[in-house]
């Protein structure tokens, strides 16, 4: 990844690394102890807030609830052992 989606890998790499060198304090080290059903639920909700936001057709909203699925979804791929390049690779392969 490269440009302006480099903040994606950024993120990717933060998360990596709260998974391997707890930080006291760290959300994402709070999903990780807690497990997978806590990191799905989260990723539900943040599906389900986009919905809503794109409902309410506030860009704003969306913005802000997209970012949080991401980030919720990037948890979900470090946990898993997925990559963005896994991701990326999936999408180029149904072009």
């Known amino acids: 990844m490269d440009g302006k989606f480099d903040i994606l890998q950024e993120l990717y790499d933060v998360v990596l690394d709260r998974k391997h ?6 959300y994402t080290n709070y999903l990780f102890d807690k497990g997978l059903d806590k990191i799905l639920k989260k990723v539900g909700e943040e ?5 809503i936001g794109a409902k309410n057709q506030n860009k704003d909203e969306i913005r802000y609830e997209i970012a949080d699925l991401i980030y919720h979804l990037t948890v979900l791929m470090v946990h898993q052992g997925l990559t963005w390049e896994d991701i990326c690779n999936e999408l180029k392969s149904r072009r």
């Open 21 to 26: 060198n707890p930080k006291e304090g760290s």
């Open 47 to 51: 599906a389900s807030e986009v919905i």
